[in-house]
Structure formats: C-alpha cells, structure tokens
C-alpha cells in the first residue's frame, strides 16, 4: 500500500508561484514514475508534468517554460515549482504513481 500527501496550494495572483510537495511514507519515489495531474471544474483530469525512475522530466505543451518538477534524494518527496502561474492553472493538483493517487491539494489563480 502506498499513501501519497499532497500539500502547497493555495490562491495566488497571476504571475505568482507556488510549490506543491507529494510526500510518500517510504522511499518509492525513485524506482518509479511519478505524475503530477490536475483537474479543473467541468474538464477531465490532465497530466502536467512527470519525472521517471531515470529522471526524465515531460510536460505538457500549456506548463513547458513555468512548471518543473522534481524529487529529493530520499526518493520520498516529489516537487512541482510552479511559477508565472495564470488563472488557467487554477485546478485541483494530483501526485500518482502507478495506480496511487493523493488527496489533491487545491490551487485557485486570481486574475
């Protein structure tokens, strides 16, 4: 069993950053791939960005530029900075790793 725990989000103006921690209760983080999602009201939940056991990072097209993702050493953290944020990126952000989801953790972008 594995348990996620999301946290930083909060309401920020455009333009401004946030940092949003996925925290594990062991060292999984890195032998496996881990994915950042979020899901607005009314739409299907999207990835944002994902980081492989390897370290690869992907992105996609509408965060490339702003958004990096990351892990500590420990293997028990995965990080999404997020700066420049726009009111588009308001949304519920989810940490997954492989059929493991979080809580989500809320991000709401003032205009």
């Known amino acids: 069993q594995v348990q996620l725990v999301e946290s930083g989000g909060g309401l920020v103006q455009a333009g401004g950053s946030l940092r949003l921690s996925c925290a594990a209760s062991?060292?999984?983080?890195?032998?496996?791939?881990v994915g950042w999602y979020r899901q607005a009201p009314g739409k299907q939940r999207e990835l944002v960005a994902d980081i492989t056991s390897g370290g690869s990072t992907n992105y996609a097209d509408s965060v490339k530029g702003r958004f990096t993702i990351s892990r500590d050493n420990a293997g028990k953290t995965v990080y999404l900075q997020m700066n420049n944020l726009k009111p588009e990126d308001t949304a519920v952000y989810y940490c997954n790793l492989r059929v493991y989801w979080g809580q989500g953790t809320q991000v709401t972008i003032s205009s």
């Open positions: 062991r060292n999984i983080f890195s032998f496996n791939d």
